[in-house]
């Protein structure tokens, strides 16, 4: 039977994980579809690049290549977060399991589970900046990639927003019981600054993207 330790996420098919995610198996669950969310963005403006090939793109396809490069690390270590997030939660659910009959007990599970929680809150983090690269390479591919594929670097956009949103959820869920103020501020101070940054190039992109496709 395959656990949440062991879930290796690149080894099921659509419908498998579709079936898997549908089910009462707590994982995957949230933190790896913000995870595939992302990955998925970066696959998306891979494409665009790969179709922004031959003489019309003559000028551009070094830039074009790095982007594509960039954007397939992306993918990969965002599929990497992704199956990084059941292992986490893994280790909570490790921790809310320890035994508490006494004190020493008690203060042996506190700890540990402090550790898992913050260990748990830094995943989706990492998720969060891994994907928030990816929006000035979007922003660029939306001026020098082709032009009939403008409308999937707007999806890519929709879902590297989806991802951030959905990640920072997954961070909040876990800094909620965290004991450590300056901890829980670092990560809130860290969520404010990517969704800030989110905002301003979402909309500059966006503006390209509905100017081209009518």
Same mark, same amino acid.
Not at 21 to 27: C, D, M, R, W
Not at 72 to 79: M, S
Not at 197 to 207: E, M, T, V, W, Y
């Given at each position: 039977m395959t656990t949440a330790a062991d879930l290796q996420l690149e080894t099921l098919d659509i419908e498998s994980y579709l079936a898997r @995610?549908? +089910? +009462? /198996?707590?994982?995957p669950g949230g933190g790896a579809v913000a995870g595939l969310a992302g990955a998925q963005a970066a696959a998306l403006l891979s494409m665009v690049c790969n179709l922004s090939r031959g003489e019309p793109f003559a000028d551009v396809s070094e830039t074009i290549d790095e982007i594509n490069q960039s954007c397939? /690390? /992306?993918? &990969? %270590? @965002? @599929?990497i977060l992704a199956n990084d997030d059941a292992r986490a939660f893994k280790g909570v659910m490790n921790a809310h399991g320890l035994p508490k009959s006494n004190a020493g007990e008690k203060s042996t599970r506190s700890n540990a589970l402090q550790l898992a929680l913050g260990a748990a809150a830094e995943v989706p983090l990492k998720v969060m900046r891994k994907t928030s690269r990816l929006l000035p390479l979007a922003d660029r591919l939306a001026d020098i990639g082709n032009s009939n594929l403008i409308s999937d670097v707007g999806v890519a956009v929709y879902l590297i927003d989806a991802t951030l949103h959905s990640a920072r959820l997954n961070i909040l869920i876990n800094t909620r019981q965290l004991k450590n103020k300056a901890l829980v501020d670092g990560f809130k101070e860290s969520v404010a600054d990517l969704l800030k &940054?989110? %905002?301003?190039? %979402?909309? +500059?992109? @966006?503006? %390209?993207?509905n100017s081209q496709v009518g």
């Open positions: @995610l549908a +089910s +009462s /198996a707590s994982t397939e /690390a /992306a993918r &990969n %270590k @965002l @599929l &940054n989110l %905002k301003q190039h %979402k909309a +500059s992109i @966006l503006d %390209k993207v």
